[in-house]
């Protein structure tokens, strides 16, 4: 393990858990790679308060809130002042001297604040200033929520800060563009800035708002009653305010005739980052892994490595942290992380599986089945739809992820937790369904 220490922001460390024994001939290295920051801005999910910084100190970031005002905010109206009274909650989380707007997103893109393609600085004036526009905020037109996030991202560009962030609320499906459009403007702001996206009510399509956290590196959650808004608003503003380094690369290096099967997230969600993979240089590529302040994250990495000998070892992966800098260069985090192969005949020595890596390959199937059983009872396909939600109840009660164990009750009777027996239920909320969907990804750590 190696530690980066630098002042004004955290100190990353790298630890490897892993069985590096494989059989004669064996090909396949699999390690969970903890990623850890401490000396950031949180403390677990708590944040300083955020008006005991001074202008300047801590990172500098700039905030963009998007709100849907589309016209069916207004059903029921008491959303649209849930709406904007979380959005002034937010605003009062910001820390003095971060850069902020807020846009009203319908089939348009309207800055509602501070206006004219710029961004306000955060202090008491500028904060109420904020809050007075949030009161003309009304609903009505479409959806269009790739526009929504062209606009942030112009925004954003147009300060020299090191954290971007968005906060993007919807109510709806996002009707009117393609998801071509939307697919476009994802693409066109990844790396660019994170965002987090919450669903608001239940007409929202879970797959679009899960998508955009996704493509962003940031959170999604359902916030099924609109009154729970201001409170989901200030803690993601807190999480966004204690961020301290943007921008942190995974950076894999593999010998010759070494590939990567995969490279995922698996705590504190199940995230596939294989695909995102940008070549570093002979035989090495870097994966995003977002925005970072206190807080410590867990990948599974699998290599597949060329068979030897017993008694033949090798390093079958280097890992470490970076930051890319302008002209292609790079700054080192210093925490690295080594992966080990090593050929024996012991066979209790070869077949033993890391706990670790038990643990997550369970967690990441159990976010699988769930979406796969799900899927299945929306297609009426539920003998399908029963034998998967009850492999999700057998993984849930094993790994002890007793949040996913509740959720999955609420769509399904238990009959026996351990064997996976379970019974569709004849009713189901579709907010239960919704929540169930939307946090299938999220993990529980295991004990180390």
Known sequence: MAIFSK?????????????????EGGREVNAVVTVTATGGGTIGSAVAAP???????????????????????????????????????????????VHFAVV???????????????????GPDTREQAKQ???KLSAGGGTAIGTWLRRADRLLASADVAIRHGILLTDGRNEHESPEDLKAA????????????????TDWEVKEVTAIASALLGTADIVADPAGLAADFTRMMETAMGKEVADVSLRL????????????????????????RTEAG???????????????????????????????????????????????SVQSLGAQGLVRAVWTDDLAASTSINPQVAHYTGQAELAEVIQEGLDLRKVGDMDGATAKLGRAVQLASASGNADTAKLLAKVVDVVDAATGTVRLKTKVEEADEMTLETRST???????
């Open 7 to 23: 002042s004004n922001v955290p100190q990353f460390s790298v630890d490897v858990y892993q069985n590096e024994y494989l059989p």
């Open 51 to 97: 008006h005991l910084y001074s202008p300047g100190e801590g990172p500098s970031a700039a905030v963009v809130l998007m709100v849907d005002c589309s016209g069916s905010m207004d059903y029921p109206p008491t959303k649209m002042r849930n709406a904007r009274d979380a959005t002034a909650a937010a605003i009062d989380t910001l820390r003095d001297g």
């Open 104 to 122: 009203a997103g319908t089939h348009l893109a309207r800055e509602v604040y501070p206006g004219d393609g710029r961004l306000a600085v955060a």
């Open 133 to 135: 526009a949030l009161r």
């Open 186 to 201: 994802l693409d066109a702001c990844a790396g660019r800035f994170t965002c987090d996206a919450r669903g608001v009510g």
């Open 253 to 276: 290096w593999t010998p010759a005739g070494a590939t990567v099967t995969f490279l995922k997230q698996v705590a504190p969600t199940v995230e596939e980052l294989t695909g995102r």
């Open 282 to 328: 002979p035989r090495a590529g870097d994966y995003p892994l977002g925005s970072w302040g206190d807080e410590s994250r867990d990948y599974h990495l699998c290599v597949a490595v060329p068979p030897a000998a017993v008694g033949r070892e090798m390093l079958a992966a280097r890992v470490s942290l970076v930051i890319p800098q302008p002209g292609g």
């Open 442 to 448: 999220k993990t529980v750590r295991v004990k180390k």
